[in-house]
């Protein structure tokens, strides 16, 4: 059932179940003050005297009882109100705490009413979604610590080597020109693997950004799976 339907039911039940009671309740009343005070006369036409204390009492009774059945009939539609709206509202309020609370496993079964089951699928949704995003982002951020580890763990080496030969020249370790044209050329190469790993950073940050441009161009599929091989 609708919310909409639940509190027009609501308020119909408020009206029908509190007349209908009073009146049930009057009769009875009336019948118990007759049975008890047979010589009392409640003509409509001839009148009765309100000053008369056996008809002050049964007012105060009616009065009272009528009270009784408007405040209990009002505390029984507000425990069901309460159970079938104001708590599902609770609950779900509950479950965006947890989402914007960064808590995302929390699940929690919704309500039966049609309006509310649309915005508990939609948070939900919302929240596998979070889900789904947040773990995403946490394999990146693992693999680009990996992929950080790694490139520095290779930039060592040529670095390294590079050090070791300009040290070589330095100390005159390579006094011949062939030894230094050497030592040189491996400065130079080992320079050009530094240089294609930066290359090679910058195109994984580029795809990583989805900012990096394509040229598409028709090839020999041949020629390039031997190359590659």
Same mark, same amino acid.
């Given at each position: 059932?609708?919310?909409?339907?639940?509190?027009?039911?609501?308020?119909?039940?408020?009206?029908?179940?509190?007349?209908?009671?009073?009146?049930?309740?009057?009769?009875?009343?009336?019948?118990?003050?007759?049975?008890?005070?047979?010589?009392?006369?409640?003509?409509?036409?001839?009148?009765?005297?309100?000053?008369?204390?056996?008809?002050?009492?049964?007012?105060?009774?009616?009065?009272?009882?009528?009270?009784?059945?408007?405040?209990?009939?009002?505390?029984?539609?507000?425990?069901?109100?309460?159970?079938?709206?104001?708590?599902?509202?609770?609950?779900?309020?509950?479950?965006?705490?947890?989402?914007?609370?960064?808590?995302? =496993?929390? /699940?929690?079964?919704?309500?039966?009413?049609?309006?509310?089951? &649309?915005?508990?699928?939609? !948070? $939900? *949704?919302?929240?596998?979604?979070?889900?789904?995003?947040?773990?995403?982002?946490?394999?990146?951020?693992?693999?680009?610590?990996?992929?950080?580890?790694?490139?520095?763990?290779?930039?060592?080496?040529?670095?390294?080597?590079?050090?070791?030969?300009?040290?070589?020249?330095?100390?005159?370790?390579?006094? =011949?020109? /062939?030894?230094?044209?050497?030592?040189?050329?491996?400065?130079? &190469?080992?320079?050009?693997? !530094? $240089? *294609?790993?930066?290359?090679?950073?910058?195109?994984?940050?580029?795809?990583?950004?989805?900012?990096?441009?394509?040229?598409?161009?028709?090839?020999?599929?041949?020629?390039?799976?031997?190359?590659?091989?």
């Amino acid at each position: 059932m609708s919310i909409r339907k639940k509190i027009w039911t609501s308020l119909i039940i408020m009206l029908i179940i509190p007349a209908a009671l009073i009146l049930l309740l009057s009769a009875l009343l009336l019948a118990v003050f007759m049975l008890l005070n047979p010589t009392v006369s409640f003509s409509l036409y001839d009148g009765f005297e309100i000053s008369n204390p056996v008809i002050m009492q049964f007012i105060i009774f009616w009065g009272v009882m009528a009270i009784a059945v408007v405040v209990t009939t009002s505390l029984c539609l507000s425990a069901y109100l309460n159970r079938h709206i104001i708590r599902p509202l609770h609950d779900i309020n509950e479950a965006i705490c947890h989402i914007t609370s960064g808590d995302l =496993t929390y /699940e929690f079964a919704g309500s039966n009413d049609l309006e509310l089951q &649309k915005l508990c699928a939609s !948070i $939900e *949704e919302l929240r596998l979604r979070l889900k789904d995003s947040v773990a995403k982002d946490i394999a990146r951020e693992k693999e680009h610590k990996m992929l950080m580890a790694n490139i520095s763990h290779d930039i060592k080496t040529p670095v390294t080597s590079i050090k070791g030969h300009v040290e070589g020249i330095l100390d005159g370790v390579a006094s =011949t020109p /062939e030894q230094q044209a050497k030592y040189l050329h491996t400065i130079l &190469k080992k320079a050009e693997a !530094i $240089e *294609e790993m930066a290359e090679n950073l910058s195109l994984y940050s580029k795809l990583e950004l989805g900012r990096i441009l394509y040229h598409m161009e028709i090839c020999d599929i041949a020629a390039f799976l031997h190359d590659t091989a």
